[in-house]
Each structure stands twice: as C-alpha cells, then as structure tokens.
C-alpha cells in the first residue's frame, strides 16, 4: 500500500474511534498544553509591552538623548527621517526672583510636544483638584507648591527667571519623567521653550541638561539607536524604559519568573497526561495493528498510520488550543482594561506558533515511545492475545521523554536554573518517594489476612502491580504538589510584594534639613505622622580611590561601579543599622575605632561586587575638598523597594561629624492632610519637602496587575491536573472492568465494589497527597532561595494534602471508574 492512501485510513479510523476515553482525554491533554503556553505567551508579551510603555511614562519618551550640550543637528535629522516623534527639553538651575526674595530653583523648558509618554498634572491652586494635560503657553510659568510657600506668592503673581517675566499660571504637581529624580534639592518651575533664550540664563559653559525625546515604532527606535550609538559624543548618552526604576524592575522580574514557573507546571502536567492517553492508546490497538499487518501492510506501514492519526489529532488538538489561548489571554486583558495602559502591544503570532509547537514537541516526546510498540505487534497475535510486542528500551522511552519535557521548559522559560529546579527536583523526589511508596505498598500484605473483604479488594488491586500504583501515586502526587507549589508562591510572593509596598509606605521626602532645624523639624513631624524615618546625616562626596589605586582603573565601563564613581554619592552615618538593611559580611560597629585604626564603612553588596571590593579593603573619599580613608568592614543587602531613606555607604559615627551637613528623612501622610504640609513648608522655608504619591500609586497599580495575572494562570494549572487525573483513570480502565466484571459474576454486590473503590483511590490519594508535600517543601526549599531570593520556612498547611489527596483522587477515582461497575458482566465476559 502506498504512503498516500495511509492518510483516509488514518483519518476514517480516527473518527470511529473518536468517542474512545483515551482520545478525548489525549485531545483535552494537548488542548490543556497549548493553550496554556499559548495564553501565557501572549499574556507574556503584551504584558512586557505594556509595561514597557507604562515605564516609558517615567521616561516622558521611548528612548532619551541626554548630554551636557545640545544633540548635534545630524542626530535630529536622522530620529525625525526614521518617522519618530521628537520633544526638546532643557534643564537647568536658576534663581527666581520676586519682590519677596529669591529663590534657588530647577527650571524646566520643554516645547509643545513634552511630554510623549504620560500626561502633565496641574492644579489651580495649591494641593488642589489635578487635572491632567495641557502644558504652559509662552509667557506662562508651572510651579510647585513648595516655591510659593518659600516666597510667599500665589497663582496669578509673576516671577523673573533671568531677564523673562513670566506668569504663575497653574501649580505642577507631576511631571512623568521626575519619577527617578527625587532628590532635586529645589522647587520646580515648568516654561516654555519658547521663552528660553529670552531669559538669558543659558550660556557657553552654563551646567545645562540637554534631552532629546523621542516616541515611535520599536523598528524605528531600535535602528535609532543602532545609529546613534558608535556617535555619541562623551556627554552624551541613550536611555529608554530598561533603564528605569528599581522598584518596577524588582516586581516584574519576579512576576515573570512566577508566570513561567506557572507554564512550566502546566506543560509538564498536561504532557504526563499525553503520555499516559497515548499508552492506551497503544496497548488498545494491538489487535488492530496484529490485523493489519495480516492485511498487508508493512511494520513501517502500521506504524506510519497509528502515527498519522495521531498527527491529525496533535493538530487539531494544537490549532484549538491555540485559538482558545489567544481568546483567554483577550479575556484577561478585558479583566486588566483598568489597569493597562490605552496601547497594548498586539503581540503577533509568535507565541501561537511557539504553543503549537510546544503541543507537538510534547506529543512527539510523550506518545510516540509507547506508540512505537505498534510497529511491533507480531501477525500471530491474532490467534494468540498474550503475544506482546517486543517493549522499547527504557533508556529510550523515558530519555526522549525527558528530552521533549526539557526542551519545551526551557523554551518557556529560557531560564536554566528554574529548568533544573522543577525538573531535577521532581525527578529526584519522584526517584526517592518513589521507592519509599514500593516499600510502603510491600508492607501492608501482612495486613491483608484479617482485614474485611473491602479493604481486602482495595488493598489487593495496589498490591497487584505495585509498580503501576507507585506510578499512579506518583502522577496524582505531581497534581498535588503543583497545585500547591504555585498556591504556596501566589500566596508568599503577593504578600512579598506587598509587604515591600505597604499601605503606609512614606510618600513624601524631606531633604536639606539643616543641623539647627533638625531638632524642631522631627519634633513637628511626630506631631501629624508617626510613620516617619529617622533623620539621617548627607554629605555629598566621590570615591576617588581603593586600596590606593584610581577608582577609574578598578571598574568596568556601564557598570553600577562606574556610574557611582562618576558622580558624587550621598555619604551617612549611623549608629544602628537601618531598617531593610541586611548585612551579608562583615560586622556592625561594635566600638569606638582605636586611634591609629581606620574608622570602618560599610557598602552596599551590589555595589561593593561592581567595584570588586573585599573586607579590609581601603577607600578614599573626596568630602568637600578634603580626603577621608575609610576601612571596609561589612557589606549589606539593601531593600530598594522600601521608599525609606537608602544609602550606598555608611559610615562609622564620628567619622564625619566635623564636615558640614543637612539631613534627611521619609515620612507618611494619610491624604486630606495637605495643609499640613504647607505649614511644615512655610515654619522650614530651607526644607526641601517632595511628594512622591504618583509613584507609589503607578507600583501598586502595577503589583495589582502581577496578582490578577498569578490568580488567572492557576486555572490553566487547574485544567492540566485534571487531565493527568482522568488520564491515569482511563489507563487501567479496562482491567477495572474485566475485574469488576468477574466479581460481579462471582456474587460481589455494588456496594462492595465502591467501597472497595473508595479505599483503593482514598490511599492513594493519602499517598500522593504525603509525596506531594514531602516534594513541595524539597523544591521550595531551591526556589526560593536561587530563583525568588526569599527565606524559606517550614509550612505546616502543607500536611493537609494527605486529606485533600484521599478526598479529590478518591471522589474523582470512583466517578472515573463507573463504566466498570455499570458494564454487564455477560457481555464483558463474552469480550473476553
């Protein structure tokens, strides 16, 4: 028989077989798979997109060229031929003048096109109603709040940047790209562009902040980048949304380890799933493939039709997942349609095309080592029903499994130690509980003789094939243990998050307190807000040395080592160590450093690996024209997260106490208390007092999105499970009815056969559910310590899972297995 006619077989038989158990459940396995890795791809994608564009906002553009003079003319042209939208903005410090004072302050000239991300906030009146959009016309000025209270002035007045009079028009309360800006130390004025060479203030050598910037197409922006990149002047650089806010950067980066650890779990269930389908699926056909190839056909024959109809199953199965796939992750987008950004990312056909291919990838490496034996079923066995084909090595079966099972995470993932993570520790469990179980089915036959006849029969089928039970248990435990695993990181990695983030977390910073203020400046702020930080010393100064070397010839250029050095830092000291500090190395100072000795720092760890500083270590400090040698004597992890006041050095007390300083805290407001402070501003007219509620409220808009997300992709976990669950069921479904058939022959009544059943799926879902727990606390152990970066405790609940695995697997082992007790035993026995 040609190849050709091979297909309309395939294709006529598969549809007489389609109402078999094996084939729904295979068909509901791959369609689990694909469109899990399809929805999550997509959801993935977009969701990166779209964050990407909300932290364009902090930006004010998609990409920025920043540089100390203005970008040549060349590097405008080439942005506006690329089709890119294109803002100016020019920055610089000035003095403003009134009849009431002066006033040392930050202006801000950007043309009509500013901002290309994000939106302006102004209001009419200080800490009044925002209204969002607009910018000031040309003889009009923005100014915060805090320049009106330090001059006495209110909107309408007028004041004098430079030789421009200007308008005060409106109050700025937010700008998008000041987000990374906390610590200007002066008021904000917003202008025109227009109105800056009138003012006169800019001129050659004048410490001015050119950025240019631009929003378009990421083709575009990337040959933009592309071209500007080998041209950059030394003053110059690019920045876009990657280079953007630590705290986002944190919350995303464990969201998407979540989301793929997610995937991970899904796929892996849903292609156990597969894998056991297909083995009924094969053992089934033995008798039709025994016929065939007394028909005619070849071995190769044989096997090329069982495996079309596979092929033609895989498919189908593969494109309807992926249509359902692209319709969820819609769905959850409509969910999200508050949350996201107005432009979402499309995300094109790539990630239905990698969940087509993850469904076929997993079908390949799952089915086809038991589909193989079909090629092997001797001609004789249809006179002869105990011939069995020749089996396939078990280095061959369970290596292409293992094959396709790690190749398809990987793909998820791209991440190998979350690879190595689930799939080591799940073989490793699987290996040690595994044996643990054989042992334990082994000595319960000591029980067997006096139990009662149910308990009898129900012990007595695990008993039967111990192996094929450790199995079952095993696959049934992997349920449990998923869905536990990705409850328990739902549950610590939210409260994690939100722990960093809290309700009362500070929202306004006050820089520039000055020694002689600080006393009655704390005593004022314990009277409208007990959530305030302690007050720490600021004294800027540069590293200029380690171990007597150049800071410059230590670190590598675009590091976090080389940005520090390249400007000043904000030096403190502290007595204790400060909250969300963890020291890593070293120790806290204990005593006075000796005479002779060095006073001790300790340094951030991140930075401190940078700069490849060790303990004992020497640093020099430029502080305020004088040099400071300073010892290493501990480095600490920082939670950046925690809007406190955070420091890359701290140092001895005592060690700077002889230099001019200001300092600085962080304090809680709850809202409705904005004339507190107004009056905080107008009692310490030196105090810088910035509020930072936009940035706190775009975070937690953003860990609200990661929650909904983490809940959604539960489901696809959820539908996965049950797919193993039915799976293993419908494996051992014929021998449950020959059984139950010579039992009812032989005077068994109904009521014994549930009984016996509820035993048989109630131990071993106490069983599962045991292996599960056992399982989840060894992987979490390894999760959360080299992929999640959280602490590790012990988690009682998780002994629970005995109870839930006897009550899910036992309910769903007797409703899977009814055929075999509704079947006329007459008729099975004929069969047979």
């Known amino acids: ?118 939106e302006l906030r102004s209001a009419a009146e200080p800490y009044g109603v925002e209204t969002a959009g607009g910018g000031p016309a040309p003889g009009e000025a923005w100014v915060e709040p805090r320049l009106l209270a330090a001059l006495d002035l209110k909107i309408g007045d007028s004041i004098d940047v430079g030789m421009k009079t200007l308008r005060m028009s409106r109050v700025l309360t937010y700008e998008p790209d000041r987000a990374g800006n906390f610590y200007s130390l002066t008021p904000r004025v917003l202008i025109n562009l227009a109105d800056l060479e009138a003012t006169g203030v800019v001129q050659p050598g004048s410490r001015v902040s050119y950025r240019e910037l631009w929003r378009g197409e990421p083709d575009a922006l990337a040959s933009y980048r592309d071209a500007l990149s080998n041209n950059l002047a030394a003053n110059q650089r690019l920045q876009d949304s990657r280079d953007g806010n630590q705290q986002i950067g944190g919350a995303l980066g464990k969201a998407e380890r979540y989301l793929n650890m997610a995937s991970l779990v899904a796929v892996l269930l849903a292609g156990v799933a597969v894998a056991l389908s297909a083995s009924r699926f094969a053992t089934r056909r033995f008798d039709a493939s025994a016929l065939l190839r007394c028909l005619g056909l070849s071995r190769r024959q044989a096997l090329s039709l069982f495996c079309l109809q596979l092929a033609i ?110 799939l080591g520790g799940g073989l490793v469990a699987a290996l040690l509980l595994g044996g643990l179980l054989l042992l334990g089915l082994r000595s319960l036959r000591r029980l067997l003789a006096d139990s009662p006849l149910a308990w009898r029969l129900g012990l007595g089928q695990l008993l039967r094939h111990p192996l094929a039970a450790a199995g079952q248990s ?37 820089l520039n307190i000055l020694p002689d203020d600080k006393n009655n400046f704390a005593q004022r702020l314990t009277e409208f807000s007990a959530e305030a930080a302690p007050l720490y010393p600021v004294i800027p100064g540069r590293l200029t040395a380690i171990n007597g070397e150049p800071v410059q010839q230590i670190v590598s250029k675009e590091s976090t080592g080389d940005r520090a050095v390249q400007r000043d830092l904000s030096l403190t000291w502290a007595a204790d160590l400060p909250q969300g500090n963890t020291l890593s190395e070293g120790q806290w100072w204990q005593v006075k450093p000796a005479a002779d000795a060095l006073p001790g720092v300790s340094v951030e760890a991140e930075l401190a690996l940078s700069l490849k500083l060790k303990l004992g270590d020497q640093l020099t400090f430029t502080i305020g024209g004088l040099q ?11 939670n950046w997260d925690s809007f406190q006041p955070n420091f890359y050095m701290i140092f001895q007390p005592e060690t700077l106490q002889d230099l001019p300083t200001t300092y600085l805290t962080s304090f809680y407001l709850a809202p409705g208390h904005d004339q507190q402070v107004v009056a905080l501003s107008r009692a310490f007219p030196a105090v810088t007092i910035l509020q930072v509620d936009a940035l706190l409220a775009q975070l937690r808009s953003i860990l609200a999105q990661v929650t909904l997300a983490v809940e959604y992709v539960l489901l696809f976990v959820l539908a996965a499970g049950l797919a193993v669950l039915f799976a293993g069921l419908q494996a051992t479904l014929d021998e449950r009815i020959r059984q139950g058939a010579l039992l009812r022959a032989l005077g068994a ?31 979490t152990l390894v999760l ?48 047979g």
């Open 1 to 118: 028989m040609k190849r050709l006619p091979l297909f309309p077989l395939a294709l006529r038989q598969l549809l007489r077989d389609a109402r078999a158990g094996e084939l729904r459940v295979l068909f509901f396995a791959l369609l689990v798979a694909v469109a899990a890795s399809t929805a999550i791809g997509y959801f993935g994608a977009r969701l990166n997109g779209a964050m990407l564009l909300r932290a364009t906002e902090f930006l004010g553009a998609d990409l920025v060229l920043q540089g100390s003079s203005p970008a040549e003319p060349g590097q405008v042209n080439r942005g506006t031929a690329l089709g890119l939208q294109h803002a100016r903005v020019v920055e610089f410090s000035s003095v403003i003048a009134t009849d009431n004072g002066i006033q040392l302050s930050s202006i801000k000239a950007a043309n009509d096109a500013y901002p290309l991300r994000g």
């Open 313 to 422: 199953l895989g498919s189908i199965a593969a494109v309807c997942g992926a249509a359902l796939g692209w319709l969820a992750q819609l769905g959850l987008f409509e969910l999200l349609q508050g949350l996201m950004p107005a432009q979402i990312p499309p995300g094109g056909v790539g990630p239905a095309l990698a969940g087509i291919a993850t469904g076929l990838v997993a079908l390949a490496g799952f089915a086809l080592p038991p589909l193989a034996a079909l090629g092997r079923v001797p001609p004789l066995r249809v006179l002869r029903r105990d011939l069995l084909p020749v089996p396939a090595s078990s280095w061959l079966v369970y290596g292409a499994a293992l094959f396709a099972l790690g190749l398809i995470m990987w793909r998820l993932s791209l991440d190998l130690l979350l690879t190595f993570a689930l």
């Open 474 to 510: 095993l696959a049934f435990g992997l349920i449990l243990l998923a869905m536990a695993l990705i409850a328990l990181l739902r549950a610590e990695l939210l409260d994690t998050w939100q722990n960093q983030l809290p309700k009362d977390a500070p929202n306004y910073f006050a």
């Open 628 to 638: 400071r040698q300073v010892q290493v004597t501990s480095l600490r992890t920082v």
């Open 749 to 779: 009544g109904r009521g014994l056969l549930v009984k016996a059943r509820r035993i048989e799926f109630g131990l071993l879902g106490a069983a599962s559910g045991l292996l599960a727990a056992i399982g989840c606390e060894l992987i």
């Open 784 to 831: 959360y310590r080299y992929a999640f970066d959280l602490h590790w405790s012990p988690h009682p609940w998780l002994l629970l899972l005995p109870v839930i695995g006897a009550l899910l697997v036992g309910g769903a082992g007797v409703y899977g297995t009814r055929r075999a007790l509704n079947a006329s035993p007459l008729a099975v026995l004929r069969e």
